[in-house]
């Protein structure tokens, strides 16, 4: 064995989900580790030391987002939450709480690989260290020249515009909710730009996807926030 | 007389009264012939007796009139408190009947049962709190002095000389449970009068004169013992017929006694009675309605009350109506195997019946082997005085007719020089014929009178003298006095009886009017306002309805304006006519206090509602007639409320089995939806996990795709399901913020992704869009719902348009296909939970879609709805307001 296989922690109630949770992990290279509440998936985070936490939101001992935030304030483990549809305000205070990611139940396998993909390989660049391009379709981010460029030709965006591309590209595939991307875009202080992010957000699509009405790059994760999708 | 009253039918009245005494108390009658015989001693003796052996026994009034021995009986029983009336600043006491029914005793003790109520109980006469103690189950100890009974009323006055006002129904004594006879020889009884054991001794004296004389006693004690050997008799035959002793029965006699519109019936009625009682047989009383008779309405309310009377004393009453009094009664009387009876001497003159016919001597010929009784009928009360024929001004009437002669006397003047001193009075005849016609009998007379002294003073020589020379003349004065007489005694029948008519006629028009109007009332609310509007404008009284609750507690309707206020006192009134189903208030016996009348509207499934009638003029409900009249508008009321209330009722089942329906429709479709998913996703598990057959590659492929493809249908629906929900169950919050509805559409058509990858989707977002103030996962899913809608419903490949364009403060959002467009009359049917539209292709939704998508779009204050594109295919529209009070203007963009 050259390397150890990652550990995911799985803090979920539902006996049939961690069943199905530990049979596709397992099949795909991961070795999971199970906890049936919230006290239990506290003491096997710092007990275990995984290397990914998966969250489900609705213990029936405790508040997930409780459980996410006294985890984030230890250890910098990746969190992905896990929640049912029409809880978004929940997913946003996790997210804001310091989770890393969320899947919506009913999830497909292929999602939560690729969530588990993302969250591992942000965890695993040491900390400060910047990809500096970012390549999603025919799109080029030039973090260091700050330069976008869409096949061969450089696309004019404004300077807003510019870092709101740039805070989603230094977290590609990684979903941001709306306060996180008006903070580092606008400031901690800047007071609720969302309706600005919505606009700015809207034109960079209109310079940069085929299909504006369909995004494929620039998605919105409705009621949350927004993901680049690089994959 | 070989007819025997038949078996059944006796049993059939056996089981009747069975039937009515079940559940009532039980009545004892401690009887006498006149006061100080001992009846309240004998009662309290024997109510001892029983709370001795254990009965509960209250004594709820007794009369000791300061007679020590009774009093001193009283010891030890339980004494009701007497309810304090005041009256015209005088205190009385009387029996407190609602305690009584409260304390609810065993046996109660009522004294005095013909005594008459202070105003302001609830009853005039303590009779009826006694039927109402028993009709609560309450046993009842009475006495009663046989002056008091209602049948022996006359007979009584004959021979004390007074006339007692205080009756009480025979009916009472003859349903009365038990009958005790207090006796007392008149010798005893006065030697206990001068003992000062029967009144005080300072009254005694007074009543010695008054009632106590020997003779009298001896005739009340005769009628006392005589009246209760009827009753025992009459239980003798009661307990033979019951248990079928049947050789001793005499005779089976049957009484009929016939009575006219005339007081005088009530005399007849109490004859009846009294025959009846000693031959021991059934009677009937019947009168005969004569089609344009004319009878005033005193008359025929002294019918009514007559007929009334008969049916307290037991008689059973009918109305015949026919052309010819004797054939209608003597058929009448064979149908029912009448053997006698019973007629009234006839008080107009002989010539009458000579001239037209006499009616008895028809009965009496055509009679056959009935008998005939013929007894005085003459008038016992006096009538009550008619209304003044006339309505104008005496002496302006009198003015007429001495114009009228005056005229006459011109007219004769101008005449009598070309004809004869015959037609001059033939003159002065047309004018008394005319005065008749339009005046009183008094101005007629006066105009005879004129005319004849004109005549004799003008015409008849000596002219311009009174004197008289030729006797002839006085035949001539004679006839023209007889002809004017003749003529207007008939115009002024004709007249009252046109008046009466009239009258009648606005009446029966009045209550037809409400008739009409209540046909055509569907709505309980309709039917109290035209009852209210008709009251008002035929009687001039003030009206309301009041309707039980579920509880039976009476209300005024929902909505309705009270028309007059409504008191506890009042409304308790209301509530007792309610439960009782008897008329009271103002102008009856029953809480004649109050101040309105109320009366039970009483329709085939039992009272429905009270109608209480507050006369806004002055006592304009005191004539019977009008009490009839009113009887007659609650009757109908009473139809069209019940009818209301039945349709109310047949409605709301109606409505409940639609909902029923719907709940059906509604599992059966939702276990399908969600039973073939799991049907399809467990039978494919099964399969895969099955190792007897290990399958295929592909064919696990195809089981685990359908497994999965059959989960995602599952939550889709039980998306919509918990959407539904929230909209229905108000839990729909907005999270409004203002943002590019490019993002929602986006979203949605992400997320039908595969669905759509066939179809053309035109989006069509001018650049210029404002932001608009959504919630973007609600907008979502109405994008999803509509978009989803035109996946199912039109062919596969056809294109989808969707656009959007501001418009005024709103921005409208179009989503259009180009489909088989919506079946007409449905654009908005398709609205509705759970419709599905005939045309829907299986295995669509369940019908929420379009419901939830109005609940969100209505949660944002706009507004959706369908219509067909002109050039084919269907077009869904939504307008989201670009301001509302709960959106603040959007910020300042950067």
């Known amino acids: 064995m050259a390397e150890p296989l990652p550990v995911v922690l799985v803090v979920e109630d539902e006996p049939q989900m961690r069943r199905f949770l530990r049979t596709a992990l397992e099949q795909h290279g991961y070795r999971p580790v199970e906890a049936g509440t919230a006290r239990e998936g506290l003491m096997q985070a710092s007990g275990r030391n995984p290397d990914l936490i998966l969250l489900d939101l609705g213990l029936p001992d405790g508040d997930g987002i409780d459980v996410a935030r006294q985890i984030r304030a230890r250890a910098r483990t990746p969190i992905i939450v896990l929640s049912a549809r029409g809880r978004e305000p929940d997913k946003v205070a996790a997210l804001d709480a310091g989770a890393d990611d969320y899947l919506t139940k009913p999830f497909g396998i292929e999602e939560l690989l690729a969530r588990l993909r993302v969250a591992l390989r942000h965890a695993a660049r040491p900390e400060g260290a910047n990809e500096t391009v970012c390549a999603f379709g025919d799109v080029r981010v030039d973090l260091e020249k700050r330069e976008v460029r869409r096949g061969r030709d450089a696309v004019h965006v404004t300077p807003t515009e510019y870092r709101i591309l740039a805070t989603l590209a230094r977290h590609a595939g990684r979903v941001l909710t709306h306060r996180q991307l008006v903070r580092e875009v606008w400031g901690a202080h800047a007071g609720d730009q969302t309706p600005s992010l919505r606009v700015h957000l809207n034109e960079l699509r209109h310079k940069l996807e085929r299909d504006p009405a369909r995004p494929r790059y620039l998605t919105t994760e409705i009621g949350v926030g927004y993901r680049l999708r690089v994959d | ?894």
């Not at chain 2, 009856?588 to 009483?602: E, H, I, K, R, S």
């Not at chain 2, 059906?664 to 895969?688: E, Q």
């Not at chain 2, 899913?781 to 035109?790: C, K, P, R, S, T």
């Open chain 2, 1 to 894: 007389m070989s007819d025997r009253r038949p078996d059944p039918e006796t049993l059939l009245a056996r089981a009747r009264e069975e039937e009515r005494r079940a559940g009532r108390g039980h009545l004892k009658i401690f009887f006498g012939a006149s006061p100080g015989v001992g009846k309240t001693y004998a009662m309290l003796e024997e109510a001892r007796a029983k709370q001795r052996a254990g009965v509960d026994v209250l004594v709820g009034v007794v009369e000791t009139h300061g007679r020590r021995e009774t009093a001193a009986l009283l010891d030890g029983l339980e004494v009701l408190p007497r309810r304090p009336l005041e009256y015209h600043g005088v205190t009385l006491e009387e029996f407190d009947l609602d305690a009584a029914l409260q304390r609810r005793p065993g046996l109660i003790l009522v004294d005095e049962l013909a005594h008459t109520n202070a105003p302001g109980s609830r009853h005039t006469r303590r009779f009826q709190d006694v039927e109402e103690l028993l009709a609560a189950g309450i046993n009842v100890y009475t006495t009663l002095n046989v002056q008091h009974l209602e049948s022996l009323n006359d007979v009584v006055a004959q021979i004390i000389q007074v006339k007692v006002r205080e009756t009480v129904p025979d009916s009472i004594l003859d349903e009365a449970d038990e009958l005790e006879l207090a006796d007392l020889s008149a010798d005893d009884l006065l030697g206990r009068l001068r003992e000062g054991k029967v009144y005080v001794p300072e009254q005694a004296a007074h009543a010695l004169e008054q009632f106590f004389r020997k003779g009298n006693l001896i005739a009340l004690r005769e009628l006392a013992l005589r009246r209760t050997a009827q009753r025992v008799d009459a239980q003798m035959r009661g307990y033979r017929e019951e248990h079928g002793i049947r050789e001793i029965w005499p005779a089976a006699e049957r009484l009929l006694v016939c009575i006219g519109p005339n007081p005088a019936g009530a005399r007849l009625v109490r004859a009846g009675k009294r025959m009846a009682a000693s031959l021991q047989c059934d009677w009937l009383v019947v009168s005969v309605d004569l089609p344009g008779q004319a009878v005033s309405d005193a008359d025929r309310a002294a019918l009514a009350q007559n007929l009334h009377l008969a049916q307290e004393l037991g008689a059973q009453t009918a109305t015949l109506a026919g052309q010819d009094v004797a054939a209608e009664v003597l058929a009448y009387a064979r149908s029912q195997n009448v053997t006698k009876i019973v007629v009234g001497k006839p008080t107009h003159s002989r010539w009458r019946d000579k001239l037209f016919g006499s009616t008895l001597d028809s009965l009496v010929r055509g009679s056959g082997d009935v008998e005939v009784y013929v007894i005085s009928g003459d008038e016992a009360e006096p009538r009550p005085p008619g209304r003044p024929a006339g309505r104008h001004s005496p002496a302006r009437e009198y003015g007429w007719a001495a114009l009228v002669v005056a005229l006459c006397t011109a007219t004769g003047a101008l005449v009598f020089r070309q004809l004869s001193v015959t037609d001059v009075a033939m003159v002065y005849l047309l004018g008394a014929g005319l005065v008749a016609s339009r005046y009183g009998r008094g101005p007629s007379l006066a105009a005879v009178l004129l005319s004849i002294a004109c005549f004799d003073f003008f015409f008849v020589p000596p002219y311009l003298t009174f004197a008289v020379t030729d006797l002839r003349y006085l035949l001539t004065f004679t006839v023209m006095l007889g002809i004017a007489l003749v003529i207007s005694g008939l115009t002024l029948r004709i007249r009252d009886q046109a008046e009466s008519a009239r009258e009648r006629e606005r009446r029966t028009g009045a209550l037809y009017a409400m008739s009409r109007e209540l046909a055509a009332a569907r709505e309980q609310g309709d039917v109290l306002a035209i009852v209210a509007r008709h009251l008002r404008t035929s009687f001039g009284t003030d009206a309301q309805v009041l309707l039980p609750d579920g509880a039976g507690r009476l209300a005024l309707p929902p909505g309705a304006p009270a028309s007059f206020p409504l008191d506890d006192k009042e409304r308790s009134v209301a509530q007792w006519v309610f439960d009782r189903g008897r008329p009271a208030g103002r102008s009856t016996d029953t809480l004649p206090a109050a101040q309105g009348l109320y009366l039970p509207l009483v329709a085939a499934s039992g009272t429905v509602g009270v109608l209480g009638v507050r006369p806004t003029g002055e006592a304009a409900l005191d004539d019977p007639m009008a009490l009839r009249l009113l009887e007659a508008f609650a009757g109908q009321a009473a139809l069209a409320l019940e009818r209301a209330l039945l349709a109310e009722r047949a409605q709301r089942e109606q409505v409940e089995v639609e909902a029923e329906r719907l709940r059906t429709s509604l599992l059966s479709s939702l276990s399908h939806d969600l039973r073939t998913p799991l049907a399809a996703i467990t039978g494919a598990a099964g399969s895969l996990l099955d190792e007897q057959a290990p399958l295929a590659s592909g064919a696990r492929r195809e089981l685990l795709r359908a497994i999965l493809e059959e989960s995602q249908r599952m939550n889709r629906l039980i998306g919509n399901l918990l959407d539904m929900i929230r909209v229905e169950s108000g839990a729909l919050r907005t999270q409004k913020e203002w943002q590019p509805l490019e993002e929602p559409l986006g979203v949605a058509l992400i997320r039908l992704g595969d669905r759509l990858k066939d179809r053309a989707v035109a989006v069509d977002l001018p650049a210029d869009l404002p932001l608009v103030p959504v919630d973007s996962v609600l907008l979502e899913q109405v994008f999803v719902n509509l978009l989803e809608n035109a996946i199912k419903y039109t062919p596969a490949g056809s294109p989808i348009d969707v656009s959007a364009v501001r418009d005024g403060a709103v921005v409208r959002v179009r989503i259009a296909d180009r489909g088989p467009g919506i079946p007409p009359g449905e654009t908005e049917r398709i609205f509705e939970k759970f419709f599905r539209s005939a045309g829907a292709p299986p295995g669509g939704g369940v019908g929420l879609g379009l419901t939830i998508c109005r609940g969100i779009i209505t949660a944002h204050g706009g507004r959706i709805w369908a219509e067909n594109r002109p050039d084919g295919g269907a077009a869904f529209q939504f307008t989201l307001p670009l301001a509302g009070p709960d959106i603040p203007p959007p910020p300042p963009l950067e």
